[in-house]
C-alpha cells in the first residue's frame, strides 16, 4: 500500500491559483492523468491542475527534460504508452509534476510549464488508454441484496457470493468518455408474459453508479496475481456508468447473464487518479458480519484486510430536459461509499487473474453498483424506484421510475478527510437521446 508523503501536505499551495481552491477536484495532492485533444488538434496526454490541464508533451520536452523520469515515455498523438508500466515509475512522475507545480516552483520552471496548459473549457477528452478489455463486477452487497430481494424475496443474496467475486466480460468498444450522448437502444421486450417478446426501443433505461480502475500493468498467461502485489498492477480509478436496460435484461439475462441490456454503452470519466492520490483515504475491508466467510487464502491478505478500502463519496444527479428548459440546477439522486463494496478492488483484480488469465495494460475493470444501507444510498434507479414501483419526485414535480429521452445523468466522487486536501474524480455524465 501507498505511504502518505509530501505531496499529501495540506498545506502545500501551487502557483496555479485554481488549485487552491478548497472545493476544486484538482488541487496539486491530486494531479490526475487524462488525455485530451484541442479543438481542430491531435489528441495528447496530460494532468489536470486546478481549472487547467497542462500537456505532458510539452512538459516531458521541456520541462522534465534531464529530470528524474526521462525514460517515462508517452505514446505521442495517441493515449499513454504504459506498456513498461512501473508503480516507482508513475510514483515518480507524480513527485516531478508536483515539484513543477508547487508555488515555491522555479521561476523558468513555471514559466516553460504555463506555455503548455490549456483550459479545460477549450479542450474536448477522449479515453485515456485504447481500451482491450473490460469487466464489471457485482461488488456491492447492499446492491445484490437489494436486487435479489426483488426477484427472490425468501433468497435474494446467491450462496456463492460472500465467497466469490462475481462478475462478467463487458464490451470495450462501446465504452465512451463522460459528456458523449447516449442514444436509447432497441431490444427484445417480455413485459406481456401472455406474449411473445417484441423488438422495441427499451422503456426501462437506468444507469448504475460504479467505481472503475485501470490495469497499469498485466500478467503472463497461466500466471497468477498474488493478492499482496495486486495494487502493483494498478494505475488509478475512475468514475464508470455502466448504463443498463432493465426490461432487455429481464428477458434475456438467464442463463448467461448480461448482454445486450449492457453492452450498447458504459460512460467513463476522463481522468485517472493515481493509488497513491488516494493513499489518505484508504480503509479496512469491508467488515463482514458475523457469521460470514471469511476471504479464501488467494483472497486474503493482512495489508489488504487493514488498507484495501477506499473511502470515495459518490453522488448521482439528474437534470431533465424540462429542469435544463426552467434553468434548474440538477437533483440529487443518491449518495454512496466504496466504502460499502464487499470486495475490494485489490481483490477483484487477484480474482480476474486466479485462474491464470492475463489481463492486459489498458483493461477496465469496475465495482458494479455501488450502494449502501439506506435508500438514499442506492447507486441506480431499479432500486431507488424499486423496479419502478415507487416513483421518485423531482423538484418541478416530474416524476421518475427509470430514465427518459433528455434526462441527463451526472456522477461525481471526491475523498474528503480531516487533515488533507479534499481531491476529486471529476464528472461522468451523459444524456439520453431518443432511439
Given at each position: ?18 488549485a ?32 487547467f ?6 512538459l ?33 512522475l ?12 522555479d ?32 461488488c ?30 463487458g464490451?470495450?468498444?462501446s ?6 450522448d ?24 437506468d ?33 464508470v ?5 432493465r ?5 434475456e ?34 467488515e ?10 488467494y ?21 431533465t ?10 437533483h440529487?439522486?443518491s ?14 483484480l ?21 450502494s ?31 430514465l ?20 476529486g474524480?471529476?464528472?461522468c ?7
Amino acid at each position: 500500500m501507498y505511504e502518505i508523503n509530501e505531496t499529501h501536505d495540506p498545506n502545500l499551495k501551487s502557483w496555479v491559483e485554481s488549485a487552491n481552491d478548497p472545493n476544486t477536484d484538482f488541487p496539486i495532492q491530486n494531479l490526475p492523468f487524462c488525455v485530451f485533444a484541442p479543438l481542430n488538434e491531435r489528441i495528447r496526454a496530460g494532468v489536470a491542475i486546478g481549472d487547467f490541464i497542462a500537456d505532458f508533451e510539452w512538459l516531458t520536452e521541456e520541462v522534465l527534460e534531464g529530470s528524474a523520469v526521462p525514460y517515462f515515455e508517452f505514446n505521442r498523438g495517441e493515449r499513454f504508452d504504459l506498456s513498461n508500466f512501473r508503480i516507482e515509475r508513475l510514483m515518480a512522475l507524480r513527485y516531478e509534476l508536483h515539484k513543477i507545480f508547487r508555488e515555491d516552483a522555479d521561476l523558468t520552471v513555471k514559466e516553460l510549464a504555463s506555455h503548455g496548459m490549456w483550459k479545460r473549457d477549450e479542450i474536448a477528452f477522449t479515453s485515456p488508454y485504447f481500451i482491450h478489455d473490460y469487466t464489471d463486477f457485482y461488488c456491492s452487497i447492499y446492491h445484490a441484496t437489494n436486487v435479489g430481494s426483488m426477484f427472490r424475496p425468501d433468497n435474494p443474496l446467491m450462496p456463492n457470493y460472500k465467497y466469490v467475486p462475481i462478475g462478467y466480460h463487458g464490451r470495450a468498444s462501446s465504452i465512451v468518455v463522460s459528456g458523449t450522448d447516449i442514444k436509447r437502444p432497441h431490444g427484445q421486450n417480455r413485459s406481456d408474459q401472455d406474449a411473445p417478446p417484441v423488438f422495441i426501443p427499451a422503456k426501462n433505461l437506468d444507469y448504475e453508479m460504479e467505481l472503475g480502475f485501470f490495469v497499469g500493468k498485466g500478467n503472463e498467461m497461466g500466471e497468477p496475481i498474488n493478492i499482496a502485489d495486486a495494487e502493483k498492477h494498478i494505475f488509478g480509478v475512475c468514475l464508470v456508468n455502466d448504463w443498463s436496460a432493465r426490461d432487455i435484461q429481464a428477458w434475456e439475462y438467464q442463463p448467461l447473464g448480461p448482454f445486450l441490456a449492457k453492452n450498447f454503452a458504459t460512460t467513463i470519466s476522463p481522468y485517472v487518479v493515481t493509488m497513491e492520490a488516494l493513499a489518505p483515504f484508504r480503509t479496512p475491508a469491508f467488515e463482514r458480519e458475523e457469521g460470514d466467510p471469511q476471504p479464501l487464502d488467494y483472497l486474503n491478505d493482512a495489508a489488504n484486510q487493514k488498507y484495501g478500502g477506499l473511502d470515495i463519496n459518490l453522488e448521482v444527479y439528474i437534470q431533465t430536459e424540462k429542469m435544463r428548459n426552467e434553468n434548474i440546477e440538477p437533483h440529487l439522486l443518491s449518495r454512496s461509499n466504496t466504502k460499502d463494496l464487499y470486495w475490494n478492488i485489490g481483490q477483484m483484480l487477484t480474482h480476474h487473474a486466479s485462474n491464470g488469465c492475463n489481463l492486459q495494460t489498458g483493461d477496465l475493470i469496475a465495482s458494479g453498483t455501488v450502494s449502501g444501507k439506506e435508500k438514499d444510498e442506492r447507486g441506480c434507479l431499479l432500486e431507488l424506484t424499486w423496479r419502478g414501483t415507487e416513483p421518485l419526485e423531482l423538484p418541478n414535480g416530474e416524476q421518475r421510475r427509470f430514465l427518459e429521452d433528455g434526462d441527463e445523468v451526472i456522477m461525481k466522487g471526491f475523498c474528503e478527510r480531516e487533515g488533507f486536501r479534499r481531491i476529486g474524480l471529476g464528472e461522468c455524465r451523459g444524456r439520453i437521446l431518443p432511439a
